[in-house]
């Protein structure tokens, strides 16, 4: 639990206008008391608290800011409902639940950052009007949070967010403007920290670098293969498969045990996405062998416990927990990937038995 002492107690000595010195006087303690409690390097003891609190007038509980503790204690509630939404896909409810949390708390910029984040999550049809005015909204939090929130944390994840808020808002110049003024790859937190760490502490932050080095590889990969063709069409589909296969890999590297956890779902799409590709180039083999691969990440992701610890030597430190993750997703892999079957450009291969068998196997899931 945090305690405010340290700013009500600064507080209440410059509405009285005294010195640092004079208040210790006054308490019949040293300046250096005094001075370390206000940075919040410490506490008074339990008998010097009344003291404290009947020279200035306030009970007890003014003085150690009961009142923000349990503010912050119900925003801290709030935060685990939304974490909990958030890992089934509850995207609405949360939404739901942050106006109602600022409604009580206006000018909480976690709430508020997370409503943002949130408005623009939602699984709506980004073309359309509903969406864009989440995405206005959004962007006007984020503006309000950069202008006025002092945790420096959540403004430099606001500085990230931003861009896409101006991106599903039409602000396209201003989501390159934001994005260009992000640090680069090299000056981030993942690059620079490890250099002053040590130990256990060291090595989970490494793992959690090597996860999340290689999921930014994988989508790096993923735009790279251009599956609209609208950024590169001069490569073939046989390429586009190719670098997917690249971004697989990538994630069997660190992978090696088998141990996909949350990654299984990059898997599936991964090979849904070749499976397209493979029958546009006229291998029905190699769509039909992809579809049955992105149903046994399918099945293997929905089938996860909360809690699965990585085993593979890259990532061994690291444990996967479902309250941990976020999704818009309010259906399992398995039908999502169902849904993807409708596809009409599958019919060379629908009346085929192993495509009658994938369908089978997720349908029974």
Not at 127 to 136: K, Q, S, V, Y
Not at 205 to 218: G, T
Not at 294 to 308: I, M, Q, T
Not at 312 to 321: C, D, F, G, I, Q
């Amino acid at each position: 639990m945090t305690l405010y002492i340290a700013e009500n107690l600064k507080k209440q000595r410059k509405l009285r206008e005294l010195t640092q010195e004079q208040l210790a006087a006054i308490l019949n303690v040293s300046f250096q008391s005094v001075s370390k409690w206000e940075r919040g390097d410490g506490y008074p003891d339990i008998e010097t608290l009344p003291t404290i609190a009947n020279y200035f007038g306030i009970s007890v509980d003014e003085l150690i800011g009961m009142n923000k503790i349990k503010d912050t204690s119900v925003v801290d509630r709030i935060m685990e409902s939304v974490s909990e939404n958030a890992a089934k896909g509850l995207i609405e409810d949360n939404i739901a639940l942050l106006e109602e949390a600022l409604k009580r708390f206006p000018n909480d910029y976690k709430l508020l950052s997370e409503y943002a984040n949130y408005l623009t999550f939602v699984n709506w049809d980004r073309d359309g009007e509903p969406f864009r005015r989440n995405a206005l909204k959004a962007v006007e939090i984020a503006e309000r949070v950069l202008s006025e929130c002092p945790d420096f944390d959540l403004r430099q994840e606001m500085q990230s967010s931003i861009c896409y808020y101006y991106q599903y808002a039409g602000m396209t110049d201003k989501a390159r403007e934001a994005a260009s003024k992000l640090p680069y790859i090299w000056s981030s937190r993942e690059a620079i920290l490890s250099h002053f760490l040590k130990g256990e502490e060291l090595i989970r932050f490494l793992q959690n670098c090597v996860i999340s080095q290689a999921e930014l590889l994988y989508n790096t990969l993923l735009a790279l293969s251009d599956m609209g063709c609208e950024n590169n069409p001069e490569l073939t589909w046989e390429q586009r498969i190719k670098i997917q296969q690249k971004a697989i890999s990538v994630l069997e590297t660190v992978f090696e045990d088998g141990d996909y956890n949350f990654c299984a779902c990059d898997f599936m799409c991964a090979y849904q996405r070749i499976a397209t590709m493979a029958l546009r180039v006229n291998n029905p083999e190699l769509a039909l062998e992809s579809l049955e691969k992105a149903a046994d990440f399918a099945v293997y992701f929905d089938a996860l416990p909360e809690v699965k610890p990585y085993t593979s030597l890259l990532v061994n430190k690291l444990e996967y927990r479902l309250k941990d993750i976020r999704t818009n997703r309010k259906t399992t892999l398995c039908k999502e990937l169902l849904g993807y079957m409708d596809w009409e450009g599958y019919s060379p291969i629908r009346q085929e038995p192993r495509f009658a068998a994938v369908e089978e196997r997720l349908k029974t899931m």
